[in-house]
């Protein structure tokens, strides 16, 4: 028993070197033969690199060595070597296979193996390998080299296919990479990189703790280049099925941080997509037979007309034709759909279209019929008194005519009135028509000349602006929230005029107190005047009203007043796809990419073969310092300690020893007590019978 005992303390001290030596052990046994298998080279028994040359000379070699002997090689052997010889021989396959460790084909091998199991070496049908198409169409493939992208611009994202030439499985992917770089047009720069081109390729591989250049998927492989990144740190990798649908969302998610469009039905459109968009914004709803993700430059003109638009997608069912046609004249898809004003009738284009027409077909309709002031439209509609007018900054005087008024029908029916006077002013801007009415030519001259500007403002969200024009008793019917059911859209016009000589020679004074500094704020650089409008509804009316304030500004010397105007308030937060998300791996890899990384790195660097010699050095040291320990002496105790080998009886006597010495010293110390014993020289007093004695 105790010798089973002294051996389990034995094999507990040593337990740690144990453990590392059995961990080199199997290291050595299972993880690098696993990790470093027989290479093509060593099927045929060569040394690696070895020449085409060479590695015929071996396979004629193995192939009448096994004939020679009269035995029937086995065909999974034959398999194996003609395989190694078909990939070494081609020069292209060969060269992919020494700088990457790219196998052509792989899964031949298998699938050879379950083919002619149990059959003769002679029956395998030759050869294994089945080469791709010499022309792979580089004109149309856009196949790049290092200079072309050191040439292009930085703030532009890249996307690579790392290819070869004389790859069937490139071939076969060659028509989707088009289709992918077709859909990435205007979106991003493309490429096709050939694994010739090695000092590009070289760059772009991943690299093997030992150093192996490689690439994990084998090729074709994407990688991209997020925006202001040129730089490895930040180069990102597409990991799923190479298809287009998989690899355009990747990138246009990934590396653009672009958003992605929703899919609604008949039913949810209404609800949750046009009732919830704000009404200031532009509805462009896309109907697709396919169900397919948007497009890449669809998802970037969501992202650039945020502020005027909203986008949605509808998958297209026969069934419901008539409905859509009921409610938009949609015929069939692919369509696009273009929502404005109440009333207004939507703009609908029929057909696929591409990045550049669908471009301009969004600047041109991001407006509503009737656009709305608000803060990233005032310099574009010229209502700013701190821009200039449409016309350009040579104009000094132009007029905006703005309609203000909390949501409401008043408000639509207002709208499509003023929709209306644009109209009449716009065909009445012909001046060589005989029938021009002299109450309107002023009017359609300026708005000919890009000096007027006809526009909506939310009186409930841009409070402060409204009451800053309105100024009366019954603003509040217009302007602010809500406090009754009265809704009055009112009218108004501002001529904005520009002093060039009074702007420069203007002198910027320093104020010399608080009260000074109050006086002598900032006021906008046009000066304002504004007319409030206070007839009726009538068309003719209101157009005689524009076009006489239009006369009167051009033609009456009026004060020059500037004043401080109130900012229009934003009315849409910041989209999340806004607050720094695209911007995460344009400063390195995001913390998915880092998380990945650190784990595709762990299992990478247990191939090592440097980690075995490690462990087995760990665990010599180990048992090492642990023996010395073990065979050293053991230590005298110190002078000052008690001598712990004196018996355990000895130490409880010397205790009860203190222990009463204690209490002895005590007693005769403290003070007598009527419970002390009684002395020798004490007696009783005696006691009288007699109380009076």
């Known amino acids: 028993m105790a010798r089973v005992s002294s051996m389990l303390t034995t094999l507990k001290a040593y337990s740690v070197p144990l453990m590392l030596f059995v961990g080199a052990i199997l290291y050595q046994l299972v993880i690098i033969p696993n990790t470093f298998p027989r290479s093509h080279y060593d099927v045929l028994g060569l040394k690696r690199y070895s020449s085409i040359q060479e590695v015929e000379e071996a396979y004629e070699k193995l192939v009448s060595s096994g004939s020679s002997n009269g035995e029937s090689q086995k065909s999974s052997d034959f398999i194996k070597i003609r395989y190694a010889y078909e990939l070494l021989t081609n020069p292209t396959w060969k060269r992919n296979y020494d700088m990457f460790g790219i196998e052509e084909q792989r899964d031949v091998i298998e699938g050879a193996k379950q083919l002619y199991a149990g059959k003769s070496y002679s029956e395998v049908h030759l050869p294994l390998l089945e080469a791709a198409a010499s022309d792979t169409g580089d004109q149309a493939f856009n196949a790049i080299t290092l200079k072309d992208v050191l040439a292009s611009e930085v703030d532009r994202p890249w996307l690579f296919m790392m290819y070869s030439s004389g790859s069937k499985c490139c071939a076969d992917h060659f028509g989707i990479w088009k289709r992918i770089a077709a859909l990435l047009d205007g979106v991003a720069n493309t490429g096709a990189v050939e694994l010739g081109e090695v000092q590009f390729a070289a760059y772009l591989a991943e690299r093997k703790p030992t150093g192996q250049l490689f690439y994990r ?57 046009i009732a919830k968009t704000s009404p200031h914004k532009v509805k462009v709803i896309f109907f697709s037979k396919t169900g397919e993700r948007a497009t890449p430059f669809v998802r970037l003109a969501a992202k650039n007309y945020w502020a005027y638009a909203s986008f949605a ?30 009333g207004v009738k939507p703009v609908v284009h029929h057909g696929p279209v591409n990045n550049s027409w669908f471009s301009n077909m969004m600047e041109q309709h991001k407006h509503q019929e009737l656009p709305q002031l608000r803060p990233v439209t005032s310099h574009e509609l010229g209502c700013d008194p701190r821009g200039y007018s449409r016309a350009g900054v040579d104009v000094q005087s132009w007029y905006c005519v703005i309609l203000a008024g909390r949501l409401s029908r008043e408000l639509n029916e207002m709208r499509q009135t003023m929709c209306r006077i644009r109209e009449k002013l716009t065909s009445d801007g012909d001046l060589s028509s005989v029938d021009n009415e002299e109450s309107s030519i002023h009017a359609a ?52 005029k520009r002093n060039s000589t009074v702007e420069n020679t203007e002198v910027k004074k320093n104020p010399r107190n608080m009260w000074d500094a109050l006086l002598n704020e900032d006021v906008d650089p046009a000066a304002q005047l504004v007319a409030r409008y206070n007839g009726s509804n009538e068309i003719p009316e209101i157009i005689k009203w524009i076009s006489d304030i239009i006369k009167d500004g051009d033609t009456r010397d009026l004060p020059f007043y500037r004043t401080k105007t109130p900012e229009l308030v934003p009315e849409d937060e910041e989209p999340m796809f806004f607050k720094g998300a695209q911007n995460i791996l344009s400063r390195g890899t995001g913390m998915k990419q880092k998380i990945l990384g650190f784990i595709r790195g762990f299992f990478d660097r247990l191939g090592d073969p440097r980690i075995g010699p490690f462990l087995l050095l760990g665990a010599l040291m180990s048992f090492g310092t642990i023996w010395l320990r073990r065979s050293q002496p053991s230590q005298p105790s110190q002078p000052s300690q008690p001598d712990q080998s004196e018996p355990p009886s000895t130490k409880e006597e010397a205790k009860t020893r203190r222990r009463e010495r204690r209490r002895t010293t005590s007693k005769n110390d403290g003070p007598a007590s009527v419970t002390d014993a009684e002395p020798k020289d004490a007696y009783q007093m005696p006691f009288s019978d007699s109380d009076s004695e």
């Open 217 to 273: 998927n084998g090729i074709p492989s994407v990688v991209a280049f997020p925006p202001q990144c040129r730089n490895a740190d930040c180069l990102v990798r597409f990991e799923g099925e190479l298809s287009t649908d998989a690899v355009t969302d990747w990138f246009a998610t990934t590396i653009l941080s672009l958003p992605r469009i929703r899919y609604y039905s008949k039913e949810s459109l209404g609800q949750a997509f």
């Open 445 to 496: 001259v300026a708005l000919k000349d890009k000096r007027l500007t006809f526009t909506w403002l939310n009186g409930e969200s841009q409070q402060k602006y409204c009451l800053f024009y309105l100024q009366s008793e019954t603003s509040y019917d217009t302007c602010g929230p809500r406090r009754d059911i009265a809704d009055v859209p009112r009218l108004f016009i501002i001529r904005y």
């Open 313 to 342: 997608f509808v998958l297209w069912r026969e069934e419901e034709s008539s409905f859509w046609w009921n409610a938009f004249e949609v015929e069939s898809a692919p369509a696009i759909v273009i929502l404005k004003d109440p």
